[in-house]
């Protein structure tokens, strides 16, 4: 849409019912959990293919389903590196602490160890812009983890539906699909179903590798990557005016890389009135 009037038009065609039957949709086809590896995971993956195709049936985008290999390495080292830098360094050994988040840490390594032969799924849809070399992504991860409160063990047969975490954003990026595929784009715009997110961010790192090989080789702009997560989550406690309904935006605070986001929150405001960008 080359108006705002006209991008408003077409936003207004997902309806919040809409997207609230998605969400429990979507819920319903991972049941009982979506921990990698489980039926319920399985069933996501043709949850939102057959969706991706329901909602772009011209086949406008691309869909692609990318399986790779397990970065053992980068998940291992995302854990202790976080537990060396957050925990190591404020609390001593004898600490419980200290003895909690080791615990945890050394457990998700195992756990990562024990997965070493599996897969990461990330499902792609890209859709080409006027601008073919200028991309903006926008990513929601599909799995779900259960711990024990306790013990901090992975509990892979527990019922863990994430509707919340992180169903909401899946939901939504699958209507940014269904908006996208009846529009021309200016920029090309790629939607990603992100894999193996609750055992260290491991899909989203092949991700980041991928484009960060697309950009080196100048095929690519990197414009800006949106990452949904946890939409359903409200950030009343944090506002000091303790309004509901919020939704945080968690950019960089480089000037340069932050502006984008306000010039995003701007345009927001000329496309509807239903909700409230400040």
């Known amino acids: 849409p080359k108006v705002y009037s006209a ?10 019912k809409d997207l609230r039957d998605l969400l429990v949709e979507f819920v319903r086809a991972g049941s009982p959990t979506r921990i990698p590896g489980s039926e319920g995971h399985a069933k996501a993956i ?37 537990f060396q830098n957050k925990v190591a360094t404020q609390f001593t050994p004898a600490q419980a602490e200290y003895k909690k988040w080791k615990t945890f840490t050394d457990l998700m390594v195992t756990e990562i160890k024990r997965r070493e032969n599996e897969e990461v799924v990330n499902l792609i849809w ?21 711990h024990d409160k306790n013990t901090y063990l992975v509990k892979a047969k527990d019922k863990m539906p994430g509707a919340n975490y992180n169903g909401t954003g899946v939901s939504v990026a699958l209507g940014l699909v269904k908006l996208f595929a009846g529009m021309d784009l200016a920029r090309s715009v790629r939607i990603v179903f992100v894999d193996y997110s609750v055992f260290g961010f491991m899909g989203a790192e092949i991700l980041a590798q991928k484009i960060e090989s697309r950009v080196q080789k100048n095929e690519e702009e990197v414009m800006m990557v949106f990452n949904l997560e946890m939409l359903g989550q409200d950030t009343s406690v944090l506002d000091s005016a303790k ?5 945080c935006v968690y950019g960089p605070k480089n000037a340069e890389l932050s502006s984008p986001i306000q010039q995003m929150l701007l345009n927001g405001q000329k496309i509807t009135k239903e909700t409230l960008f400040e």
């Open 46 to 82: 043709m949850f939102i293919q057959n969706k991706i195709r329901e909602y772009d049936p011209q086949e406008t985008g691309a869909l692609v389903l990318e399986k790779s290999k397990l970065p053992v390495d980068k998940g291992i080292k995302l854990y202790q590196d976080d």
């Open 243 to 247: 309004k509901t309904g919020n939704f």
């Open 126 to 146: 890209e859709k080409k812009g006027s601008d073919t070399k200028k991309w903006i992504t926008i990513m929601a991860h599909y799995d779900t983890i259960s």
């Open 7 to 16: 991008l408003s038009n077409e936003a207004r065609l997902f309806k919040e």
